[in-house]
């Protein structure tokens, strides 16, 4: 992780020096790369886009110093990353151009053929990879062409010649006229086709070098008088001076034959162009007629002109560039050879040049030594001998006595060449040696020497290099301080004054990028005005001054906000922008930073205009970047962030679109270790998160999540953006639980923002937002499962973000309302009515704050209606209660169809709807409340918690107006239940929603409420369907993922291969064990958010399914019709208890079902029974247990049971028959099967029919619809752990395991044993593939809080009731399961069936036994042996599963006969075929 930090500074550290070139950013940069290579593990290696951020900064660091070493050091990283890399990688066109670029560097100063064959090949790369029209093609061609030429000159072969020709024709068929570097390839054309002359002789050749040499020379000077910019001119000067010296080396090839008629010409040109500067007329002159054609008295003044030239393009700092030193020499050279009388002439001539005692007039290496003017000019004469530069140096420094007037200026020579060397070769002594010839020549300059100026601002850039390399404090103070006296003797009539005012500002503006002392801010802005102000407009200057004092004012503003600061950096851009062409090479960059500018300042001052024009800016910032470009993806990002802004204010859907695909696509411009995404990864993520919000889609917010958990991902513990990162995170995660309801995403959330807290410590800006985001989800937390410590938490959290946020704060109004919603909430917990009224006040000042039409007033809005309502209940103010309905009219209003908000305002609108229909009976208010809800349910986006809770709000108010609609509510209820909890991702989720949520609550008893309400509308069928359609929901999920699709895959088969994996998936991800921990270490929010991906996608492929002929009831709600068909084998008892009614239906196979209305029981007497049985179970005193339980089979037999015979014996059904019983809610933890008064001669159920159970209809039916792998005999697994390792402290030894097994095995010879150490947790599993029949005997335990953790005890460690559903067993056909607690329901969710008997029905096996409490040890032999024996009882031949039941009840018989206490027989039950 310190190796991807490291990483992401350095290449931050570059792009920052790449944007303003400080030299002490470069160096940082590459020691951070350098740190992070340093680490030692295969985790920590340099990722592919920083190896080569890496490289790029050592090349950048040779352009600035030479220093080969780093080119070499460059180019190693380069070639690995192309190794690694694919080809289709975004990062390889990158790459080989950068390596081309630093192999033609290196092939510039060696003549090894290797260097110069690599420079041609990754060049030839570069070109095969640009598309046309690509900008930099014509530098590729240049480049190639220039290294052709490079060869050639090692290798004489003329095919690379011919070829450079061709490249360079192609640059100037791309550089029209008009392009501002036609000039300089009409140079090296010409250049070329001279060279190529001078080997074949073409006259062809010449005559069209000389063309381009013509065409060259008008547009250099037409270049030089169009400049922008000093530093742009020092630049053409100097290749202008460049393509002199090669016409002088070119001048003997000219072509004879029209010389007199050219001079003629001349005399003529002369005579039109005499308002040319005589420096101009010089380089015009001698772009048209080389000097060859002139008389020596012709050439004295051109000559003095081209000198003029060359001096007045010095440098800023005063060094001569080697080109002038060159256009010496060659004058010098051609001067002598027309005749050696006349240069003490040329010499004697006064000009420019002169003037200054430390440009050096023109000399010749012909003149003799005596006749030198300066050391200068020995150095020059020595350096063209060949001598070595320390020789050179010696030898001036002799020469000039150390009291003469002109060691100063010998001096110059010595200090700029070991700088130059310093810079090449990053040696320190070079530096050091430069700075003292520096301060040895500054101190033979007293104070009053005209030239002292000069040497200060040399020493001080000497002194500033070394603090970029060094940082010592100390050189960095004295650079200042001699820039400062340097622009003291410069006065303000001085042309230079604005340079040094210039250079001092830079110096400063680096102490302060160093140092962060505003003063330093303030004193450079300071001096960039005034440097300003001395460059009025037209000066060449002042477009890089305006830059820079723009750059100034940004961070100024940046610091401290002040709008003035950010109008004057506005201001500069804009001017700055003017002045660049389309076509300068800084224009891109003024247009970001300009953009950039104008957009904060919308965001402070709200003009739509600086809006509009920001993005302009972007976009022709991004046409400037086509495909390909390495920085194209900032300005996608920049462009997207102005138009997100745009969108934020207008809403326009066709601006979300696009910036989603910018986003998009600068994202897949970032690959893995680019510095830039985790930017472009919380771009994207937030607009997709924006999307979702507009639209309530979920796999947009999904899409935003996982984004946000990459970019939490790639900032690690430490990382400064670390809490940025959690927080986006937790806000998308908490958005899902607000959509979804899954409970782990509320519990990562909080988990999340708590963590961003703490990296926010007071002071922290960010505190305040951090402390909103926490309470808001401890407040949600609350409201989920009302946990009053969490709502106390949260009032806390919200009244100090509220203190940090002072009026006219930005967010003051936001967190008015939420801390309000809190103290409304809390008063309706505890009554404190100073609570309400302080949330009332809070939401009053926060609608104040919030302008008409902004997002969050809605809210707000709502929240006050709500507290409206709630003071006329306290109150009985009806002008409350009126002004609550028409502000919740009002919201409605503003949430159209399709808004995910729109529910709640539904909601809302009704509820206060009702409360005024309660004070005035209206029945028009009944019609429109029902309305309301209704629309809430059915909308198709919203809260699903907010739906279910309007489902039941409209099933109350039918019930209580009897509304014709209360069978649709209870209907939409059900549909709803079933999407809020199976839209968890796991199975233990979704049981806590039943367990804890206010929805799961209050839903509990919702299906036996709908079919008792069926039933009193005299609608039996309909009463079943609701029944099944709202119990057993969690199993029921998994069963439409195991759907058998035999008809389907003859219709459609590439849908049933769709469906059947997303079902496998599916079923594969709500299995897996999760739990709503606040201390996991793990997010799980990927999990779920692939489980909501593919819950959509499941619900996709069902909808087209149900679109096929004969499909369109696929996976819907069973029909009673389908439902009828588990009473095919015996009638089916489904017992309803409802607080509306208690009814008994009976359904018979192929008749209507017979209701038995049960007039003495409700909900609250089965639960008092319930209580009854736990109490009697709980008694150690056996008499006290079997009374107690007698007791509960009494008045289950008074209050249900025999309604339910009579009736049965009514219908004509024969005693010993089988019966199935289905009960619901807590009766389902009750054993109907042995109701009855057991005193003689009273009624008793089991001597009069054969009870089994099922949980729905639907397991009926699936359990006979499989049909039995046992033919004659079954193949029998026997399974016993007496004492599993690591047992459960209260598990003793079961000590008649061992008999139980003994006497199956006399039962059944074949029955295949697994017992002891064999009887392990896997092998288990495998042979519950390859047997029909199961008997386990083991400890059984269920776990009451978490159902589906319930287990069996095995050898090594338990098998979960998890696992077990996770089977699919096809060849099961019974399980006996001799364990305890195997069939006790959940008390919490009965009507769900989670037990492990359930568990062992869903896996496939078709009947089970299993026992509703604890079994005592001692009965295992006795009952395994009466079981078997009935089961067997034909010898083996003809074993029918089917028969389970019958078995069950021979058990329960042979226990009663012998006088076994009542618990241990009732015990035993079967469920299923």
């Known amino acids: 992780m310190a190796s991807l930090i490291l990483q992401s500074c350095g290449i931050n550290l570059l792009d920052r020096f790449e944007q303003e070139s400080l030299v002490a950013d470069l160096e940082a940069s590459l020691r951070h790369f350098e740190m992070a290579r340093s680490l030692s593990g295969p985790r920590d290696q340099l990722q592919p886009f920083s190896m080569y951020k890496y490289a790029v900064a050592l090349l950048l660091r040779f352009k600035q110093n030479g220093d080969a070493a780093d080119l070499d050091r460059a180019i190693a990283p380069l070639e690995e990353v192309l190794k690694t890399q694919p080809e289709s990688h975004p990062l390889r066109p990158l790459v080989i151009k950068t390596l081309a670029e630093a192999h033609c560097s290196r092939s510039e100063s060696s003549t090894n053929i290797s260097n110069l064959d690599a420079a041609i090949q990754y060049t030839q790369q570069v070109l095969n990879i640009c598309p046309p029209g690509d900008p930099e093609l014509g530098v590729s061609y240049t480049r190639l062409a220039t290294t052709l030429m490079r060869r050639f000159r090692v290798t004489s072969s003329v095919p690379d010649l011919d070829d450079a020709l061709r490249l360079y024709r192609n640059v100037l068929e791309i550089r029209a006229p008009g392009h501002l570097e036609r000039w300089t390839t009409l140079a090296d054309l010409s250049k070329a086709l001279r060279l190529r002359y001078s080997l074949l002789e073409d006259r062809e050749d010449l005559h069209h070098a000389v063309v381009c040499e013509r065409e060259a020379w008008d547009l250099s000077l037409s270049n030089q008088s169009n400049q922008t910019s000093k530093s742009q001119n020092r630049v053409t000067d100097s290749r202008t001076i460049t393509l002199t010296a090669q016409f002088l080396d070119h001048h003997s090839v000219l072509i004879e034959a029209d010389r007199k008629n050219r001079i003629g010409q001349l005399k003529e040109m002369i005579q039109d162009k005499t308002g040319m500067s005589v420096g101009e007329q010089g380089l015009f002159l001698q772009g048209r007629f080389p000097l060859d054609e002139w008389t020596i008295e012709q050439c004295i003044p051109i000559t003095e002109n081209i000198i003029y030239i060359v001096n007045i393009t010095k440098p800023m700092h005063a060094t001569p560039p080697e080109n002038n030193v060159l256009l010496r020499t060659k004058l010098g050279s051609f001067s002598y050879s027309q005749g ?37 000019e020995m150095a020059i004469e020595m350096e063209e001998m060949g001598f070595p530069k320390e020789d050179i140096i010696h030898t001036v420094l002799e020469h000039i006595p150390l009291g003469g007037p002109r060691r100063p200026g010998s001096l110059y020579y010595p200090a700029d060449t070991s700088r130059a060397n310093f810079m090449r070769d990053g040696d320190y002594t070079e530096l050091d040696a430069s700075i003292a010839h520096y301060q040895q020549a500054l101190e033979l300059r007293p104070p009053s020497h005209p030239k002292r100026s000069f040497w200060l601002d040399n020493l001080a850039n000497a002194l500033l290099t070394r603090f970029h390399r060094a940082g010592d404090r100390m050189d960095l103070d004295s650079a200042i301080r001699h820039h400062q006296e340097a622009l003291q003797l410069r006065p303000p009539e001085d042309p230079d004054r604005s340079s040094s005012l210039n250079n001092l500002a830079g110096a400063i503006r680096a102490r302060f990028d160093q140092f962060r002392d505003r003063a330093d801010l303030q004193a450079a802005i300071e001096c960039f005005q005034e440097a300003l102000e001395l460059c009025p407009s037209g000066d060449l ?59 904060v300042r919308f965001q402070k001052a709200g003009n739509r205009a600086d809006l509009d024009a920001a993005i302009r800016h972007h976009q022709e910032a991004l046409q400037c970047r086509p495909p390909g470009h390495p920085s194209r993806s900032v300005s996608l990002n920049n462009l997207a962030s102005a138009i997100q802004t745009r969108f934020d204010q207008v809403g326009d859907r066709a601006d979300l679109h696009t910036i989603i695909e910018y986003f998009q696509e ?141 009026p006219g704060h930005f967010h003051r109004s936001t967190r008015l309302n939420n801390l309000a919603t809190a103290m409304h909430a809390r008063f309706g917990q505890g009554g404190d009515r100073a609570d309400f009224d302080t949330a009332i006040e809070y939401y009053q000042e926060a609608l104040k704050l919030y302008p008409p039409g902004h997002s969050e007033r809605l809210y707000c809005l709502s929240n006050l209606a709500n507290a409206l309502s709630t003071r006329f209940d306290l109150d009985r103010d009806s002008a409350s209660l009126d002004m609550a309905i028409r502000s919740h009219e009002d919201t409605l209003e503003l949430r159209p169809p399709g808004h995910p908000d729109r529910p709640a305002s539904l909601y809302n609108l009704g509820i206060a709807l009702m409360i005024r229909r309660d004070q005035a009976g209206d029945a028009e208010d009944i019609e429109r409340v029902v309305s309301l809800f209704e629309d809430a349910c059915l909308h198709e986006h919203g809260s699903l918690e907010l739906r279910c809770q309007t489902s039941l709000e409209w099933i109350g108010l039918a019930l209580q107006s009897k509304h014709p609609s209360a069978l649709r509510a209870f209907t939409a209820a059900l549909e709803l239940l079933d999407t809020f909890v199976t839209m968890s991702s796991s199975l233990g989720l979704q049981h806590i929603q039943f367990v804890n949520s206010k929805i799961g609550i ?122 009828s068909r588990a009473a095919d084998k015996g009638p089916v008892i489904l017992v309803n208890i409802s607080k509306l009614r208690s009814d008994a239906i009976i359904l018979r196979d192929g008749t209507e079902p017979e209701v038995v209305n049960l007039p003495d029981v409700g909900p609250i007497d089965i639960l008092d029974i319930c209580t009854c049985m736990a109490k009697a179970l709980d008694q150690s005193d056996p008499r006290l247990r079997a009374s107690g339980i007698d007791e509960v089979l009494r008045l289950l037999w008074e209050l249900v049971v025999r309604f339910v015979v009579e009736r049965l014996k009514e219908l004509g059904l024969p005693g010993g028959s089988r019966i199935w019983w289905c009960p619901t809610s807590w009766l389902c933890l009750l054993p109907l099967h042995a109701a009855g008064i057991y005193r003689p001669k009273q009624p008793r159920l089991p001597d009069m029919f054969v009870s089994s159970y099922t949980p729905t209809l639907s397991a009926l039916i699936r359990a006979r619809s499989r049909p039995s792998s046992s033919v004659g005999r079954p193949s029998i697994l026997a399974i016993g752990v007496p004492e599993p390792d690591g047992r459960d402290g209260a598990d003793g030894i079961l000590q008649f395991v061992g008999e139980e097994l003994r006497r199956l095995l006399e039962c059944v010879s074949d029955a295949e044993l697994m017992k002891g150490q064999d009887a392990t ?91 509703l409490w604890a079994m005592d040890d001692i009965d295992g032999p006795e009952v395994t042996e009466t079981f078997y024996k009935y089961m067997y009882r034909n010898g083996g031949e003809a074993v029918n599963y089917e028969d389970g039941a019958k078995g069950v009840h021979e058990v329960s018989k042979a ?13 035993f039950i079967h469920i299923g075929a």
Not at 1029 to 1042: F, S, W
Not at 1455 to 1465: A, S
């Open 1321 to 1411: 947790h896997d092998a288990v599993l495998e042979q519950l593939l390859t047997h029909s029949w199961v008997h386990l005997s083991c400890h059984g335990h269920q776990d009451i809080q978490q159902p589906f953790q319930s287990r069996f005890r095995l050898q090594d460690k338990p098998l979960h009731m998890q696992e077990i559903i996770r089977k699919n067993l096809p060849d099961a056909d019974l399980a006996f399961l001799s364990a305890c607690h195997t069939a006790t329901g959940d008390r919490n969710t009965p009507d769900e069936g989670l037990h492990l008997a359930a568990a062992m029905q869903f896996a496939g096996f078709k009947g089970v036994v299993g026992t």
């Open 1002 to 1123: 209050r839903a509990r008893t919702l299906a036996s409420d709908a079919a008792a309400f069926a039933l009193d509308e005299k609608q039996p069928q309909r009463a079943i369907e609701l029944l099944e359609q709202g119990r057993g929901i969690l199993l029921a999920q998994l069963v439409r993922h195991r759907t058998v699709l035999d008809d389907l895959r003859d219709a459609s088969p590439a849908l049933a291969a769709e469906l059947m994996d997303l079902s496998s998936q599916l079923e594969h991800s709500v299995n897996q064990n999760r739990a709503p921990r606040m201390d996991q270490d793990t997010p799980e929010s990927d999990v779920i958010g692939r489980h909501h991906k593919l819950s959509r996608q499941w619900t996709n492929a069902v909808s087209r399914i149900r679109l096929l002929s004969g499909f369109s009831t696929f996976l819907k709600p069973t029909p009673f019709d389908a439902l």
């Open 1455 to 1467: 226990l009663r006969k012998k006088k076994v206490p009542v618990d241990r027989w009732v015990n």
């Open 340 to 376: 050696e009388k006349k240069v003490g002439e040329i010499a004697d001539r006064p000009s420019r040049a002169s003037q200054d005692e430390d440009v050096i007039p023109l000399v010749t290496p012909n003149v003799p030594r005596e006749n030198a003017q300066s050391a200068f």
């Open 541 to 599: 200057r002042r477009s890089a001054i305006l830059d820079n004092l723009a750059a100034g004012m940004q961070t100024r503003f940046n610091l401290v906000g002040d709008r003035v600061s950010l109008d004057k950096a506005t201001e500069c851009y804009q001017e700055v922008l003017g002045l660049y062409p389309t076509s300068h090479p800084q224009r891109l960059r003024c247009l970001s930073s300009l953009a950039n500018a104008l957009l």
């Open 666 to 806: 600068a994202l897949e411009l970032c690959p893995s270790g680019h510095p830039h995404r985790p930017i472009s990864l919380n771009n994207l993520a937030k607009a997709m998160q924006t999307r979702s919000n507009q639209v309530g889609n979920l796999a947009s917010l999904d899409t935003a999540i996982v984004c946000y958990q990459e970019a939490l991902e790639l900032s690690p513990p430490g990382h400064p953006r670390r809490s940025v990162s959690l927080n986006n995170l937790a806000s998308a995660i908490k958005l899902r639980f607000d959509r979804v309801g899954d409970r782990i995403d509320l519990n990562t959330a909080t988990k999340f923002y708590k963590e961003a807290l703490e990296l926010c410590p007071p002071g922290n800006p960010h505190r305040p937002a951090r402390l909103n985001n926490l309470a808001n989800a401890l407040k949600t937390g609350f409201d989920l499962i009302g946990n009053l410590a969490n709502l106390h938490t949260a009032i806390t959290y919200y009244q100090e973000a509220l203190e940090l946020s002072p």
